[in-house]
Nanobody, 121 residues
């Protein structure tokens, strides 16, 4: 069982930056693929970024967001720059236990509770 706890959300003006953190429990964290997803009001949850041996991004955030991990600390991060009002959503950290990594939320086994990011115009 893996527990994920996100932090770092908040209110920021358009053009600003935020760094989200995800703390993971479990001794096998380094074997998991990790991902960030987001869900805006009235919309489906969507993929944002993922990391395993490499990183991969949704087109809408590529070049603005950076995912990284620190396996020694069991942490995953999402650095978000040049934020736009359309980035407003609840952001979720997720773990894919088989380690393959995916853009599809159904492939992820464990989820955090989410952290709210609000970007004002």
């Amino acid at each position: 069982q893996v527990q994920l706890v996100e932090s770092g959300g908040g209110l920021v003006q358009a053009g600003g930056s935020l760094r989200l953190s995800c703390a993971a429990s479990g001794r096998t964290f380094s074997t998991y693929a990790m991902g960030w997803f987001r869900q805006a009001p009235g919309k489906e949850r969507e993929f944002v970024a993922g990391i395993r041996w490499s990183t991969y991004y949704a087109g809408s955030v590529k070049g603005r967001f950076t995912i990284s991990r620190d396996n020694a600390k069991n942490m995953v991060y999402l650095q978000m720059n040049s934020l736009k009002p359309e980035d407003t959503a609840v952001y979720y950290c997720a773990a894919d236990a088989d380690g393959s990594g995916s853009y599809y939320l159904g492939e992820y086994d464990y989820w955090g509770q989410g952290t709210q990011v609000t970007v004002s115009s």
